[in-house]
């Protein structure tokens, strides 16, 4: 089993949905989670950073960690069409530093 | 540009060569660490640098693989006798290195084909 689990995708939306992005993990020791932005062939961008659970909002993007059932989501709204691309989440605990991600997941908004 | 550079960007060898990486950290950034990555996967640990001390290998860093960070800035990845398998995206990331629960900061890249 993964550490940590993302379905791929790909996701399709039309312009102006919210989205919603998920990734499960089977590390109970994981306290750090983060969400990266990654367009083709470029590094990944952070994009959100949450310790331990609760929700996180940076403008149009929410993050929330549900530690009780190792899930985490990053929901996205009004999508943009610049907010194509693959969605990495990634985590790691208080020892280490150990970074590690989901497959990603490619997201395309449709104008 | 602050942010962290790779060098070169892409990098295509023939079997059997050996290839060298630098990765620039952000600076004053005292952590770097390199992730391979391959197609419709995310970044997989490959080893990380507190200062100028190499503290962690993952079991992905075969003998053919080797890096350093000599004088704890810019570090180098070097790949001896490469093999098909080792064609990904060699990803290097920084962070302040100031205690736990730092996220890490990505440069672009270097995209090894090996043929």
């Known amino acids: 089993q993964k550490e940590v689990e993302q379905d791929p995708g790909p996701l399709s939306v039309p312009e102006g949905a919210i989205v919603s992005l998920n990734c499960t993990y089977s590390n109970s020791a994981f306290q750090y989670f983060m969400w990266y932005r990654q367009y083709s062939r470029k590094g990944p961008e952070l994009l959100m950073y949450t310790y331990s659970s609760g929700n996180k909002e940076d403008g149009r993007f929410t993050a929330q960690v549900d530690k009780s059932s190792k899930y985490i989501s990053l929901f996205i709204r009004d999508s943009q069409p610049s907010d194509s691309a693959t969605y990495l989440c990634a985590m790691f605990g208080s020892t280490g530093n150990q970074f590690y991600f989901g497959t990603g997941t490619s997201l395309t908004v449709i104008p | 540009d602050t942010g962290v550079s790779q060098n070169p960007r892409h990098k295509i060898t023939k079997r059997g060569q050996n290839v060298t990486f630098r990765c620039d950290p952000i600076?004053?950034?005292?952590?770097l660490y390199w992730y391979r990555q391959t197609l419709g996967q995310g970044p997989e640990f490959l080893t990380y640098f507190q200062n100028e001390a190499q503290l962690e290998k993952s079991r992905l860093l075969s003998d053919r693989f080797s890096a350093e960070r000599p004088k704890g800035s810019f570090s180098t990845l070097e790949i001896q006798r490469t093999e098909q398998g080792d064609s990904a995206m060699y990803l290097c990331a920084s962070s302040p290195g100031l205690g736990l629960g730092e996220t890490q900061y990505f440069g672009p890249g270097t995209r090894l084909l090996v043929l």
């Open positions: 600076s004053e950034h005292n952590r």
